[in-house]
């Protein structure tokens, strides 16, 4: 194999291979991003290919070449603005690439001339890939990610001019028609391809994976019926959130909430209208819960609310609110004179208490709820106070149920 043909396999295979790869991941992906990044590299692929070989003959195999360049610059550009939920100015870039082209044919056509190709296919390209730095710039809250990716187009850019401006420079031309292939412009617009390339894919490929790990490790820690954490997510969530808090200096409270005569519920409306009642008891907790408390099923109709920088009495009126809100909703499938209620634990975490003894005293005040008639608020005394003689659980001042 000589040179020349192996320097003209290089892009088309790392190329078609990053192609692969892509498609591949895509499979796994929600949103479209990936799969038009592997579009634009197999169009990448497909188009270096066409330069050496020339199935269609000399004028339309470079015209072709050149268009899918373009069109596959293009295609990438709206995969990496839809990774921020945005459109590429693809208006702009269609009529880019259509002076380009045109360029580019009167190059090959009307007068032969490989300067004039060169420059439009570069120049097409620069505008492209530049357009795409500048919208890429425009979005704020880059990600180390989105750094890397505007870098890689500010590159492309400023390569596509300088390169082959500084070359033409040096060498007085970009070389003659029958030793293209084997000039320095060719050559170095290939080792940069390679590169660029290469990092493009690379970024996109470990950004997507990377996304799909987080997908999974957050399906793996939600519960799927009330779109709440789950048991193992809510403790994983809740030791994080406890070390944190102590680092800090706050308190944190845990509240269990379990709803009253759930077993009723299943029997006397169906197993349909228990499940829409545990999603409104979820949905009702998350809203008053408010950001940046987690909120875990732990199983059947239970659940834990765990809030840093609250206190207990805050906690107990947190509480009081899920009791309240909850007696408003409606619930398809039940009577309209039938409404939910829940009732409530609520303790503080105290120094050097674990998670284990912080849920234990929590679900003491909570069986005291429903001891006391349910639908009621109960918290518990902190361990100091019980053993100076005070009751180990104080009712809540708030309203008694209904």
């Known amino acids: 194999m000589n040179s020349s043909l192996f320097v003209a396999l290089v892009v088309p295979t790392l190329s078609g291979i990053f192609s692969a790869s892509l498609f591949l991941l895509a499979r796994h992906q929600v949103d479209r991003v990936v799969e038009r990044a592997a579009f634009a590299y197999a169009g990448f692929a497909i188009g270096m290919s066409l330069q050496y070989f020339e199935p269609f003959g000399f004028a339309l195999s470079r015209f072709l070449s050149n268009a899918i360049?373009?069109?596959?610059?293009?295609?990438?550009?709206?995969a990496l603005m839809a990774r921020h939920g945005r459109r590429a100015p693809l208006v702009a870039m269609s009529a880019i690439v259509v002076v380009a082209l045109t360029a580019l044919a009167w190059g090959l056509i009307g007068e032969p001339n490989l300067t004039l190709r060169?420059?439009?296919?570069?120049?097409?390209?620069?505008?492209?890939?530049?357009?795409?730095?500048?919208?890429?710039?425009r979005i704020s809250g880059p990600t180390l990610v989105d750094r890397i990716l505007l870098g890689a187009a500010v590159f492309i850019t400023?390569?596509?001019?300088?390169?082959?401006?500084?070359?033409?420079?040096l060498q007085g031309g970009l070389g003659t028609e029958q030793l293209f292939f084997q000039s320095l412009y060719w050559l170095s617009l290939v080792l940069s391809a390679v590169f660029f390339l290469s990092i493009i894919a690379l970024t996109l490929i470990s950004s997507a994976s990377l996304d799909t790990i987080e997908t999974?490790?957050?399906?793996?820690?939600t519960d799927m019926l009330?779109?709440?954490?789950?048991?193992?997510?809510?403790?994983?969530?809740?030791?994080?959130?406890?070390?944190?808090?102590?680092?800090?200096?706050?308190?944190?409270?845990l509240v269990l909430?379990?709803?009253?005569?759930?077993?009723?519920?299943?029997?006397h409306f169906g197993h349909a209208c228990g499940d829409a009642a545990i999603r409104k008891f979820a949905e009702c907790l998350v809203e008053q819960a408010g950001a940046d408390v987690l909120v875990g099923r732990l199983g059947g109709e239970e659940f834990a609310i765990l809030a840093s920088g609250v206190a207990a009495p805050a906690a107990r009126l947190m509480a009081e609110g899920m009791r309240v809100g909850l007696s408003l909703y409606a619930l398809d499938g039940m009577p309209a004179d039938?409404?939910?209620?829940?009732?409530f634990g609520v303790a503080q975490l105290t120094p050097s208490e674990t998670l284990a003894s912080l849920v234990e005293r929590a679900d003491q005040a909570l069986y005291a709820a429903k001891a006391a008639g349910r639908d009621r608020v109960r918290v518990s005394a902190l361990p100091e106070e019980a053993r100076e003689g005070e009751e180990a659980l104080e009712p809540a001042r708030a309203g008694h149920g209904h």
Request: positive net charge; contains cysteine; hydrophobic residues 50%.
């Open 216 to 221: 999974l490790r957050t399906e793996a820690g």
């Open 338 to 343: 039938r409404r939910l209620t829940a009732s």
């Open 69 to 78: 360049f373009l069109a596959s610059m293009v295609v990438l550009s709206t």
């Open 257 to 267: 909430a379990d709803l009253d005569h759930f077993k009723q519920v299943n029997d």
């Open 158 to 169: 400023a390569g596509s001019v300088i390169r082959p401006a500084v070359i033409y420079l």
């Open 226 to 253: 009330s779109g709440a954490l789950n048991r193992r997510g809510f403790e994983q969530g809740a030791i994080r959130l406890i070390r944190k808090a102590e680092c800090q200096g706050q308190p944190v409270s």
């Open 118 to 137: 060169v420059a439009a296919a570069s120049l097409g390209f620069a505008a492209v890939s530049g357009l795409l730095a500048y919208k890429l710039w």
